[in-house]
């Protein structure tokens, strides 16, 4: 019998985080506790999810700032009076990022979007390396039908709107909020489709020293 386990998650905020919440509560863990904030004097493992900042800014500006027709599609882009405010609000959440890595080191297990984007094998070996279980073939297979992207963007057409003002405000099951997943592909480096060339520099030297040291640039 495999030993039941706490368990912390960091999310960083816009980075794959909520796939990864769906499939810690399907493990056999004795505690799970998951949080966008800075934990003090944490014993447990931490698991935290980390994604290129520059996607990670335009998927918060998205759920802000960001205008769809009737189907859904995106059909503005960032002004450079939202693009200021927003990295604003990433850096500091890179802030609450580099304070679990300076005081908790080899406590964490970084789980990076860009590794993990449509690859539920890499997260499934990665944990069971990290907390010492084993995830059978069968129940990687039920996790995975249980947090697809594609089960995911059905819940989200589900989700009822209730506040119409903001719509990721709305939030259906399994925690998934209404326009929580892009309607243009999210895969690594999206935001270039998204933020006009003239303004995509500002972006890059806001977020230069950041991305050089979690290995981005």
């Given at each position: 019998m495999q030993k039941k386990m706490k368990v912390l998650q960091y999310a960083l905020p816009r980075s794959g985080s909520s796939m990864i919440q769906q499939i810690l509560r399907e493990l056999p863990l004795k505690d799970y506790y998951?949080?966008?904030?800075?934990?003090?004097?944490?014993?447990?493992?931490?698991?935290?999810?980390?994604?290129?900042?520059?996607?990670?800014f335009i998927?918060?500006?998205?759920i802000w700032h960001g205008e769809f027709d009737d189907n859904g599609n995106l059909i503005n882009s960032p002004t450079e009076e939202q693009i200021v405010k927003i990295l604003y609000t990433i850096h500091n959440k890179i802030v609450v990022l580099n304070t679990y890595k300076e005081k908790y080191k080899?406590?964490?297990?970084?789980?990076?979007?860009?590794?993990?984007?449509n690859n539920h094998e890499y997260i499934f070996n990665e944990l069971e390396k990290f907390l010492d279980i084993k995830i059978s073939k069968q129940k990687r297979k039920e996790i995975i039908k249980l947090s697809s992207l594609?089960?995911?963007?059905?819940?989200?057409?589900?989700?009822?709107?209730?506040?119409?003002?903001?719509?990721?405000?709305?939030v259906g099951e399994e925690?998934?909020?209404?326009?929580?997943?892009?309607?243009?592909?999210?895969?690594?480096?999206?935001?270039?489709?998204?933020?006009n060339q003239e303004f995509q520099y500002l972006i890059e030297e806001s977020l230069s020293e950041e991305l050089r040291r979690w290995g981005y640039k």
């Open positions: 998951y949080s966008h904030d800075f934990i003090e004097n944490c014993d447990w493992p931490i698991i935290s999810t980390l994604r290129d900042f520059r996607d990670v998927s918060h500006w998205r080899e406590k964490i297990l970084w789980l990076k979007y860009e590794k993990f984007y594609e089960t995911n963007k059905k819940r989200q057409e589900l989700v009822p709107i209730v506040d119409k003002k903001r719509i990721f405000n709305n925690g998934i909020h209404a326009n929580h997943i892009s309607p243009v592909d999210s895969k690594p480096g999206y935001w270039k489709k998204i933020v």
